[in-house]
T-cell receptor
Framework: DAEITQSPRHKITETGRQVTLACHQT?????MFWYRQDLGHGLRLIHY???????NKGEVSDGYSVSRSNTEDLPLTLESAASSQTSVYFC???????????FGPGTRLLVL | AQTVTQSQPEMSVQEAETVTLSCTYD???????LFWYKQPPSRQMILVIR????KQQNATENRFSVNFQKAAKSFSLKISDSQLGDAAMYFC???????????WGLGTSLAVNP
């Protein structure tokens, strides 16, 4: 069955380190999204992509970057992790022309 | 600006009873989609139901149905015959215009009492 996976599921890192969170989907969806979820803020969009080589900034993109070299993967990189980036991160994807987003299981990141 | 408001941070229901979760939204677009997602303690985001704005008929999925009031910009979720497994955080979301992004409410935490 097609799915969307995220790795790692849990990560502890130190302030200042570079961290990359992986997202892989097998639906062949063109659209992919990264969100962070924090208490009191709901889900906030970090970056998104509408296809290979396309990336766009969301509402909370500072300190994060993404790249899209193929359809299946959209890795999220924290250039220099900060304690404010402690959060749960969700990846999602949707089919072109379709509005329904399907979510991965999430990655819980702790920055010490 | 597009917004989604869930005015009930927490709700509870007795098992087998019916509960309604509220959601209001704002958009100037005429073509949009509304969603309810469920997030159980596992944190997995699960699509519960979706509604296309151009459709008059309210969407239903088994025990889940919506009351879509387009003029009032209201999109409530009704859960019938509540089950213990329905206990979760429920999020209302809006997709409007051509940007394919979702605008999220802050969620309603639903407890189901045995």
């Amino acid at each position: 069955d097609a799915e969307i996976t995220q790795s790692p599921r849990h990560k502890i890192t130190e302030t200042g380190r570079q961290v990359t969170l992986a997202c892989h989907q097998t639906w062949n969806h063109n659209n992919m999204f990264w969100y962070r979820q924090d208490l009191g803020h709901g889900l906030r969009l970090i970056h998104y992509s509408y296809g290979v080589q396309d990336t766009n900034k969301g509402e909370v993109s500072d300190g994060y970057s993404v790249s899209r070299s193929n359809t299946e993967d959209l890795p999220l990189t924290l250039e220099s992790a900060a304690s404010s980036q402690t959060s749960v991160y969700f990846c999602a994807s949707s089919e072109s022309g379709k509005e329904t987003q399907y979510f991965g299981p999430g990655t819980r990141l702790l920055v010490l | 600006a597009q917004t989604v408001t869930q005015s009930q941070p927490e709700m509870s229901v007795q098992e087998a009873e019916t509960v309604t979760l509220s959601c209001t939204y704002d958009t100037s677009e005429s073509d949009y989609y509304l969603f309810w997602y469920k997030q159980p303690p596992s944190r997995q985001m699960i699509l519960v139901i979706r509604q296309e704005a151009y459709k008059q008929q309210n969407a239903t999925e088994n025990r889940f149905s919506v009351n879509f009031q387009k003029a009032a910009k209201s999109f409530s979720l009704k859960i019938s015959d509540s089950q213990l497994g329905d206990a979760a955080m429920y999020f209302c979301a809006l997709n409007a215009g051509n940007n394919r992004k979702l605008i999220w409410g802050l969620g309603t935490s639903l407890a189901v009492n045995p």
